[in-house]
């Protein structure tokens, strides 16, 4: 959630400042004032329910500081998306910045990044609350225990992990397209009639640049390794090569053992990236890492983010055409609220498709786990041989990814029954690979529901270029929309010479 916010924080920048008046006199400590009331609350209210928690032992205040947390990002990105509106914030960054290209945008969104640090710096002992919680069980479990970590490194891997995650990219375009924007004012004179449309195909194109060059950058952010050689790299490797999914590099991502997780970054076969973290290699048995390698080679195989990016641009434009039919058969007065509204059915639409279809792939992406495996068996004992594929989803695929869910959800902190945006719920995708066991692999309900959602967004992204040609075509001419279409009585009124006024 942090990344998306972090992206939205962006958007803000662009999209604010045509609601802000003309003149607005900038008030820079008002907006800090409101900003650091409301961290200053949030922050008491997490020690509230940590000394609860305490006392009581009840989960209950784990639930409520979670949300607490998404509440408190989201009123700092209002409270930010008002300071530009209504507080002139980004004449005031322009003047710390001295209105440098990048550095200029980065001010601009410092503030509402900041308040998310310290947000978390007063959730984190509530995190660490859940891993002292879970101790005993894993000592029972025969878990490995991890090594515990400080409030600062819990920050810290927050900071890397969520916002640098968003922040980067970001930067790397607003770089691309201020570069765009000066070679386009050096060579306006012999590129006029073409200018617009260069620009748009290079923005465009700094998209797919960015998305390709972002995972070599975060790889080094991240604090990453390739995985040495041995049996744990040729099943990762096994897993990708039979999938037909390519990679540059199986890279370990050293967070001293204190995040279990795994990632396919990147859209260009050749400049993928397969991650893993330390301490889910050090935990996960062997099948379950398999498990989680098949899980983000589904991703891959299935050309999920390509789809995913595709479905929430596809919504957004829906959302937009449908605000404009309404604007033209209501015709309300222009105002900005009236923009708000529109611009609102176009984020708010596509944002819900990102979370809708990224929930639906990421149970498609489990069950093309649980098939790998069910096709790809090992054997009963060591030195037998592998057992024969599978046609339908085997009980010890499914188990094996579910177990692996669980453990990666518990050993983070995080309650399984807790929802994320782009995720579900832990519970819920368990439930859903259970409900798998005994399908043919080729008839699995969830591949026929996203077979579904990928032709709607081609319907939708068809209806929307066809109303677009129409619009070209068939509606009437802009002067024609400014003047409204004359009735009769108006062209008769025009024509007649009695009521031609006489020169005077």
């Known amino acids: 959630m942090t ?7 962006f958007l803000l920048d662009g999209l604010m400042p045509a609601f802000s008046p003309d003149a607005q006199k900038p008030e820079p ?9 409301v961290v200053v609350g949030v922050s008491l209210l997490f020690t509230f329910l940590r000394l609860r928690l305490d006392r009581t032992g009840r989960s209950r205040n784990i639930a409520l500081a979670e949300r607490l947390l998404s509440f408190g990002r989201a009123v700092v990105v209002g409270i930010h998306a008002y300071a530009i509106i209504e507080l002139g914030w980004i004449q005031t960054a322009r003047q710390l910045s001295n ?13 509402p990044l900041v ?11 509530i995190q660490r609350r859940i891993r002292e919680a879970l101790l005993w069980r894993h000592l029972h479990q025969g878990v490995p225990l991890l090594p515990d970590r400080s409030r600062g490194a819990l920050v810290w891997e927050h900071i890397r992990h969520s916002i640098l995650l968003g922040l980067i990219p970001l930067l790397m375009l607003t770089a691309w397209r201020h570069i765009g924007e000066y070679a386009a004012l050096l060579q306006h004179h012999n590129l006029s009639d073409w200018l617009e449309w260069i620009l748009i195909l290079w923005q465009v194109s700094g998209v797919f640049v960015v998305l390709a060059v972002s995972p070599y950058i975060l790889r080094f952010v991240w604090d990453t390794v390739p995985l040495q050689g041995g049996q744990l790299r040729e099943s990762v490797e096994s897993v990708f090569s039979r999938n037909q999914v390519s990679a540059r590099e199986v890279l370990v991502w050293q967070t001293s053992s204190g995040i279990l997780n795994g990632a396919l970054m990147g859209i260009i076969p050749r400049a993928r990236y397969v991650l893993f973290t330390d301490a889910l290699l050090q935990v996960l048995p ?28 596809v919504a957004s434009l829906v959302g937009a055409t449908v605000f404009s039919i309404a604007f033209e058969v209501v015709r309300p007065e222009e105002s900005w609220y009236i923009t708000a509204i529109g611009l609102l059915c176009s984020a708010g639409l596509g944002f819900f498709a990102l979370g809708f279809v990224s929930r639906r792939f990421e149970l498609q992406a489990d069950a093309f786990a649980a098939k790998d495996l069910s096709r790809f068996q090992p054997p009963i004992e060591v030195g037998a041989p592998p057992l024969p594929a599978s046609t339908q989803v085997t009980h010890e695929s499914a188990a094996s990814m579910i177990d692996a869910l669980e453990t990666v959800s518990r050993l983070n902190g995080v309650s399984p029954e807790r929802f994320t945006f782009r995720h579900g719920t832990v519970r819920g995708r368990q439930a859903h690979l259970a409900s798998i066991v005994g399908v043919p692999l080729a008839s699995l309900p969830i591949d026929r529901a996203v077979t579904r959602l990928k032709l709607a967004t ?30 009769k009585r108006d062209q008769t009124r025009r024509h007649d010479p009695g009521f031609e006024r006489s020169p005077s």
Do not use: K, M
């Open 115 to 125: 308040a998310f640090v310290i947000l978390y710096w007063a959730y984190a002992p």
């Open 3 to 9: 990344t998306g916010l972090v992206i939205l924080i």
């Open 99 to 111: 209105n440098l290209p990048v550095l200029r945008e980065l001010v601009t969104a410092l503030p």
């Open 29 to 37: 400590w008002l907006y800090a004032g409101w900003l650091g009331g």
């Open 286 to 313: 062997l099948r379950q890492v398999e498990a989680v390698a098949a899980h983000e080679a589904g991703h891959g195989r299935l050309h999920h983010l390509p789809w995913l990016l595709g479905a929430t641009i």
């Open 458 to 487: 081609l319907a939708a992204a068809a209806a929307v270029i066809l109303l677009l040609i129409g619009s070209v075509l068939f509606l009437p001419t802009g002067d024609t929309l400014q003047h409204g279409i004359e009735s």
